[in-house]
């Protein structure tokens, strides 16, 4: 099964404040991989399919970027709403894998 | 609008069974594959199981392999997961969620989840 890690667990930050997470797999995924946040007590919502594609309706702040075992999805500016946990997901093959999941707090 | 809505969690004795459902509306069913997701109190996303479109391909996690069997029925526009043997582990609340495609893609629309407890 692929692996997936994401650092940091947890990060601290402001609002309007430039914020990368990293996500990385055990083996190339290529861009077999999408991004979600999840609020308390709601079901996640896709940010980002296909490593770099932003899904509609998500705000253009969100971007996605890289391929084979490393990715990051950088948030241009927070927004209070985006305080939130971050999962990543890849897609290349049965088993599908999450990530342990990114949670952004306030600072 | 796309919906998806599960229904038939609840408490169950470890050893026990129980099926879920998922019924789907506001899409063409049959065009897509269609998973479930669980997610135990306070933790992380774990999929569980996929099934493609025809219903002929079934896919599911180690942790739940020989356990739990997916299924769909299109006349009925509904998603099913045969949870048996059931384990304290496997208390989570679970998502019924629906690829992009009819590929293995990600998870475009999900339900709000229904709560299995697995207790004595």
């Known amino acids: 099964d692929i692996q997936m890690t994401q650092s940091p667990s947890t990060l601290s930050a402001s609002v309007g404040d430039r914020v990368t997470i990293t996500c990385r797999a055990s083996?190339?995924?290529?861009?077999?991989l999408a991004w979600y946040q999840q609020k308390p007590g709601k079901a996640p919502k896709v940010l980002i399919y296909?490593?770099?594609s932003l899904e509609s309706g998500v705000p253009s702040r969100f971007s996605g970027s890289g391929s084979g075992t490393e990715f990051t999805l950088t948030i241009s500016s927070l927004q209070p709403d985006d305080f939130a946990t971050y999962y990543c997901q890849q897609y290349d093959s049965y088993s599908l894998t999450f990530g342990p999941g990114t949670k952004v707090d306030i600072k | 609008e796309v919906q998806l809505l599960e229904s038939g969690g609840g408490l169950v004795q470890p050893g026990g069974s129980l099926r879920l459902s998922c019924a789907a509306s506001?899409?063409?069913?049959?065009?897509?594959?269609m998973n479930w997701v669980r997610q135990p109190p306070g933790k992380g996303l774990e999929w569980v199981s996929s099934i493609s479109t025809s219903g002929s391909s079934t896919y599911y996690a180690d942790s739940v392999n020989g356990r739990f069997t997916i299924s769909r029925d299109h006349s009925k526009n509904t998603l099913y997961l045969q949870m048996s043997s059931l384990r304290a582990e496997d208390t989570a609340l679970y998502y019924c969620?629906?690829?992009?495609?009819?590929?293995?893609?990600?998870?475009?629309?999900w339900g709000q989840g229904t709560m299995v407890i697995v207790s004595s």
């Open positions: 296909h490593a770099s």
């Open positions: 083996q190339s995924i290529t861009t077999w």
């Open positions: 969620a629906k690829f992009r495609s009819a590929n293995p893609d990600a998870f475009e629309i």
């Open positions: 506001g899409f063409t069913f049959s065009r897509y594959a």
